[in-house]
């Protein structure tokens, strides 16, 4: 339901874009979806989130977090593969075969402690690599921050993560809240930075998220020429 309701999102932005900010033309409505995200994230997910730190042991929440890693290294394997990154494929399947294996079954980071680095690769990242522009910034509800490429990356994604291939619906419901209270329990003591840092959090967050992306694209090397680097193909 969460993937049919990005999908029309996306398309509806789409179709609503105006010329006049490459960046950010939908604004006024990003806004609007920051401040409903926020005003559940305060009703419901950082209350949650507080509760599962507090009473799970920090053993138990690594090993929540290796889990669902182990679970994105396959998704990120898929796509060192369309970038054409033969040595971090290799190192990425390397990693979900030893922690599915020796690491039982992605509790424990065996791989890490080998020398298998833990990378991000994602399919907004692969159209990026292959010269797709960013398009329009979004904020989608419950989602938070996303592009046009990134919206359509993260539909692409959902279709080879091992979580929404799960056939059992009670068993996929409960994995996909538990990744969602372990990501925002994650968030929980870097949020000051978002509060004490921004006059104005929706500005920053916006220009914090479309910075990482492209950091993330050029693997940590992006062009200094131009901040709107990643609104024109990417040159490898």
């Not at 090993?63 to 033969?86: A, P, Y």
């Not at 930075?193 to 992006?222: C, K, M, T, W």
């Amino acid at each position: 339901m969460k993937r049919i309701a990005l999908f029309c999102l996306v398309l509806f932005l789409a179709g609503c874009a105006t010329a006049h900010d490459r960046k950010d033309p939908f604004e006024p409505v990003n806004r609007a979806m920051y401040k409903f995200n926020d005003s559940v994230d305060k009703a419901v997910m950082k209350p949650v989130a507080k509760g599962y730190e507090k009473v799970t042991p920090r053993f138990m929440q690594l090993m929540v977090s290796n889990f669902f890693s182990n679970l994105n290294d396959v998704v990120v394997t898929l796509n060192d593969i369309l970038q054409l990154k033969g040595k971090q494929a290799f190192s990425d399947f390397g990693r979900v075969f030893i922690n599915t294996t020796l690491g039982f079954a992605g509790l424990v980071d065996v791989a890490g402690a080998s020398g298998y680095p833990k990378h991000d690769e994602d399919f907004g990242q692969t159209l990026g690599y292959w010269g797709v522009q960013a398009g329009p910034y979004l904020m989608i509800p419950f989602l938070g921050p996303s592009s046009f490429r990134d919206g359509i990356g993260s539909l692409t994604d959902a279709q080879f993560y091992p979580v929404y291939r799960t056939t059992d619906v009670a068993m996929r419901n409960s994995l996909i809240a538990a990744n969602a209270v372990e990501k925002r329990a994650d968030l929980l003591g870097s949020e000051s930075i978002l509060q004490q840092a921004a006059l104005d959090p929706y500005v920053f967050l916006r220009e914090a998220y479309l910075q990482h992306r492209i950091s993330l694209i050029y693997d940590g090397n992006p062009p200094l020429e131009d901040d709107d680097e990643d609104y024109s193909p990417v040159q490898k």
